[in-house]
């Protein structure tokens, strides 16, 4: 069993193809034949010989090869296509995760009556234990690393990690990540296979690619299909989306499993599905390994992630933008807004201008921003493209940390995620209304959970009115429990509910 080439592939068939004539014996097809009455039949086996040649042909270039490189057809002894030993290579280094967790489960209406309570000596919610499993994969074989899920993993007192060939291990959770749905375990690293990383960047729809994991918790599967599309986001996860989407089947129970390349190696992390009942319909996602890597190595070092932030309010360029601002491109993320003593202030980006490209990276929109930056350590330096009246700029900005959040106590538990500033002169509302301005929230934290979005405006915190940030803060404080917030969005005011 081999890889070969596609070349090799034509050229070691390039004979029984020029031989071939169908419906016709050898020798009839190589001989010449002066009887003209057979020209139609003839003219329609040569039809069909080239039409079958061109799909086979078709076939083998739907995953077009690398500069440099060679598609990796795989072939047994007998010269059929397989992928056998790829995935001999690949399983041993996908697991199995079951976890165990206890909730509070509410107990039967009739139980509530004071009497029965006290008779029965039950409480008001009973502690149950529930079980769940997904899939991991082992990314370092030496240190024992296994990376999954974050929602695989949530809320677990016990995580156990089961190997392909049945052992058992006991995981220890190093850190996790709800933004990116990435968590990292370590197990005992003794006789572990480790699947390497690949470059999800040098991916490109069509490409081959096998899905590994544990579906409905009946036993390692494989599944294969092709990418289906890059760069996916807008799927309402409240989370840094930049997803692989593929049509290999991905199931309940595959969360946090392999999807690899035809070449062996780990180019996505198994995630969500869209589909009714929550089956397979086709459509599966998965973390690309740029953004796994990324996660991975700041929860090493720190056990957990640490954004930065940039210090703008960004939104896509659409056509009506682009016609009535005179944008010379449709790509990018146009600046709303600059917060006042940023990092992207000192860099010198200012309300208008359209970034690009930051760090060789291009920039699709303003969720491809807002996922490149969110990926990148505090205090590292990056380079910003931008475009400004028709011209290009390059930037050199450092990430900072996020700044303006309520500080301290129970105000920092419930709002924490969120940028809160005072309203200042730069913003197009100032004079009009006095509030609190969110510059930014970030995705599935406590703020943004409780329904706050970049862009709002808080007026008042339990019907007190507020124009500054210590103001708000001092009045949240004072708040034990509940407390509603009335916040402006766009035209429109709602309340918003903080527990």
């Known amino acids: 069993m081999q890889f070969t080439s596609f070349s090799q592939v034509v050229q070691s068939r390039r004979t029984s193809f020029t031989d071939y004539s169908p419906g016709l014996p050898h020798s009839a097809a190589t001989a010449p034949c002066p009887d003209r009455s057979n020209d139609s039949k003839r003219r329609v086996d040569r039809l069909t010989y080239f039409a079958f040649t061109g799909l086979l042909i078709a076939i083998m270039l739907i995953a077009p090869p690398r500069a440099g490189a060679a598609i990796p057809f795989e072939f047994d002894d007998e010269g059929v296509p397989t992928l056998s030993r790829l995935i001999e290579r690949v399983t041993p280094a996908v697991v199995n995760i079951s976890v165990t967790s206890r909730v509070n489960v509410r107990l039967n209406p009739l139980f509530r009556d004071p009497f029965f309570r006290r008779f029965f000596n039950m409480p008001e919610q009973a502690p149950q234990q529930q079980a769940s499993v997904g899939s991991g994969v082992i990314v370092d074989a030496k240190k024992g690393y296994v990376i999954t899920n974050h929602h695989?993993?949530?809320?677990a007192d016990e995580i156990r990690v089961t190997l392909k060939d049945r052992r058992v291990f006991e995981a220890e959770l190093i850190g996790s990540d709800p933004g990116t749905d990435i968590a990292l375990l370590k197990i005992n690293n003794e006789d572990l296979v480790g699947l390497p990383f690949g470059d999800s960047d040098a991916l490109a729809v069509g490409d081959f690619v096998?899905?590994?994991?544990?579906?409905?918790?009946?036993?390692?599967?494989?599944?294969?299909?092709?990418?289906?599309?890059?760069?996916?986001?807008g799927l309402k996860i409240d989370g840094y989306e930049d997803f692989i989407q593929t049509d290999a089947s991905i199931n309940p129970g595959n969360s946090g499993g392999a999807l690899v390349s035809?070449?062996?190696?780990?180019?996505?992390?198994?995630?969500?599905?869209i589909g009714p009942g929550g089956g397979n319909v086709g459509i599966g996602f998965a973390v690309p390994?740029?953004?796994a890597i990324a996660v991975m190595d700041q929860l090493v070092e720190h056990g957990e992630v640490r954004r930065g932030r940039l210090g703008v309010v960004i939104q896509d360029v659409t056509p009506d933008l682009v016609q009535a601002l005179g944008i010379d491109t449709a790509k990018g993320a146009l600046v709303s807004q600059v917060v006042p003593d940023s990092s992207a202030e000192q860099a010198g980006i200012k309300v208008g201008d359209v970034i690009v490209r930051v760090d060789g990276k291009d920039i699709e929109d303003s969720a491809d921003l807002r996922n490149t930056i969110g990926l990148v350590p505090i205090d590292q330096e990056i380079e910003i493209r931008l475009l400004r009246d028709g011209e290009e700029n390059t930037l050199m900005a450092t990430v900072g940390a996020p700044t303006d959040?309520?500080?301290?106590?129970?105000?920092?538990k419930r709002l924490s995620g969120a940028v809160f500033q005072d309203l200042g002169p730069d913003h197009p509302r100032y004079g009009e209304i006095e509030g609190v301005l969110i510059a930014d929230v970030e995705p599935n934290s406590?703020?943004?959970?409780?329904?706050?979005?970049?862009?709002?405006?808080?007026?008042?915190v339990n019907r007190e009115?507020?124009?500054?940030?210590?103001?708000?803060?001092?009045?949240?404080?004072?708040?034990?429990?509940?407390?509603?917030?009335r916040v402006a969005r766009g035209d429109s005011a709602l309340f918003i509910v903080v527990r």
């Open 152 to 155: 695989v993993i949530d809320n």
């Open 210 to 233: 096998v899905a590994v994991g544990n579906p409905f918790g009946i036993g390692q599967t494989v599944t294969s299909g092709i990418v289906s599309a890059l760069g996916r986001s």
């Open 262 to 273: 035809l070449s062996g190696e780990l180019i996505g992390i198994n995630t969500a599905i």
């Open 289 to 291: 390994s740029k953004m």
């Open 405 to 412: 959040r309520p500080s301290r106590g129970e105000t920092a």
């Open 446 to 460: 406590p703020a943004w959970r409780t329904g706050l979005r970049p862009g709002d405006i808080v007026l008042s």
């Open 465 to 485: 009115r507020v124009s500054t940030v210590k103001e708000m803060v001092g009045v949240l404080n004072r708040t034990e429990q509940t407390a509603a917030l």
